[in-house]
């Protein structure tokens, strides 16, 4: 019998127990040998729950513990996980982890430490939730070169966009439902601002790199500037809007990045709608494929840590692979990447500025019955050429621009 021990009892960790005990004999059989929870660590204690006789305050009992030989760590941040995740597979103890935010800071150091301890470091459930990503790229798609990797990695700002776009809301109306439904944070920032998205695409970029990419050099923006306008000229141009995380390989250089993206209909991630989450992958032999499901919640999130600790019951005293190294990888500048831009303007005198900063080359978008303002479609150009000419609108402006994604 293998011993587990769970960090942290809040959503996800008591999630992971709940999984492991109602599907028992399927992830006993899956795992090869039979799986049981001795430990829970947190801060609190549970007299009215089941498995409250387990919970312990101590990390140190779990740590000296032998027979303890999977973590599952589910407390989030960077500072006691960090410890306690350090401290664990120093010792010999796999950790497996839904906490993005210690993977996307501290991955490379951790896999190297399981490694060297012959343990493992597993993080299925960081990126995507109940989506399998991080193992397809680890294990599935071995045989290929990822050339991108680009996601809707948040459930909350998927579900704003999408009912400002069906409904017709202003975001502000919007993201207080989010928080009554429990789909959004009292404080949204991570997700609306796209920090989340952010350390996310951090992960699956560097998987697909080889090399580490630093979230806190990403760029990123979110999606609190979008107005319903916006999606009355996407709807005009048979296109949607979604917070987009990208990851590309270019030439010998990563482009990283997260905002929001105009897409059309062929687009694999036009149809994602919802709280839900999807990472489209583009390899060199296989093309395109895409990975599609509930990227948060108790039970999906919990089910990929459950995977995890399979994963690491089968190989007790071996050492699963992973691409991920410390070396820095180099990332294209913003101000290099090139692309199509939308703008609006108010009629008349923007019409003239637009012309007069862009030259030729624009396409030209009016929505039926309004008459104050138009869009425009540019060419091709690099990020900082778009941001010089724009800035000459000055107050003709109207709204904020947004990228176009093929």
């Known amino acids: 019998m293998i011993k587990i021990a769970v960090l942290g009892y809040g959503t996800v960790g008591s999630g992971v127990v709940e999984v492991i005990e109602?599907?028992?004999?399927?992830?006993?059989?899956?795992?090869?040998?039979?799986?049981?929870?001795?430990?829970?660590?947190?801060?609190?204690?549970?007299?009215?729950?089941?498995?409250?006789?387990?919970v312990v305050h101590d990390f140190s009992v779990i740590l000296k513990d032998e027979e303890v030989k999977i973590l599952c760590e589910t407390m989030g941040g960077v500072g006691a996980a960090y410890e306690f995740t350090r401290q664990a597979?120093?010792?010999?103890?796999?950790?497996?982890?839904s906490n993005k935010e210690l993977v996307a800071a501290h991955g490379p150091e951790l896999i190297r430490l399981a490694k060297e301890h012959c343990c493992n470091y597993l993080f299925e459930a960081s990126v995507g939730g109940g989506i399998p990503i991080?193992?397809?790229?680890?294990?599935?798609?071995t045989a290929e070169c990822i050339q991108e990797v680009t996601g809707i990695l948040n459930g909350t700002t998927n579900y704003i966009l999408s009912k400002m776009e069906h409904e017709g809301a202003d975001y502000a109306a919007v993201l207080k439902e989010a928080q009554e439904k429990g789909y959004a944070e009292r404080d949204p920032a991570a997700d609306v601002e796209g920090h989340d998205a952010c350390r996310k695409i951090a992960i699956l970029s560097s998987l697909m790199a080889g090399r580490n990419v630093d979230y806190r050099k990403i760029y990123t923006e979110g999606i609190t500037a979008i107005e319903p306008r916006d999606f009355d000229y996407a709807k005009q141009m048979g296109m949607s809007i979604k917070l987009l995380a990208l990851g590309r390989e270019t030439g010998d250089k990563t482009l990283a990045m997260v905002s929001p993206f105009l897409i059309d209909a062929q687009h694999p991630l036009h149809m994602v709608n919802g709280v839900f989450n999807a990472v489209f992958v583009r390899g060199n032999m296989l093309g395109d494929s895409m990975y599609y499901g509930r990227g948060a919640g108790k039970l999906p999130t919990a089910s990929a840590v459950v995977s995890d600790v399979i994963?690491?019951?089968?190989?007790?005293?071996k050492v699963i692979m992973c691409f991920w190294d410390a070396q820095e990888a180099q990332l294209l500048p913003i101000d290099q990447v090139e692309r199509r831009f939308f703008f609006r303007v108010k009629a008349g005198e923007g019409e003239e500025k637009a012309k007069e900063a862009f030259g030729e080359g624009l396409e030209e978008v009016r929505l039926p019955g309004v008459d104050t303002e138009l869009g425009y479609v540019t060419p091709v150009l690099t990020e900082k050429d778009f941001a010089q000419r724009y800035e000459k609108l000055g107050q003709a402006a109207v709204g904020k621009r947004l990228r176009m994604e093929a």
């Open 311 to 317: 994963d690491c019951a089968r190989h007790i005293g």
């Open 134 to 141: 991080i193992r397809p790229l680890n294990y599935s798609l």
């Open 22 to 54: 109602k599907n028992k004999e399927m992830v006993n059989k899956k795992a090869g040998e039979p799986l049981e929870v001795k430990y829970i660590l947190d801060l609190r204690d549970f007299p009215e729950d089941p498995y409250g006789d387990r």
């Open 89 to 97: 597979l120093s010792a010999g103890k796999s950790v497996c982890t």
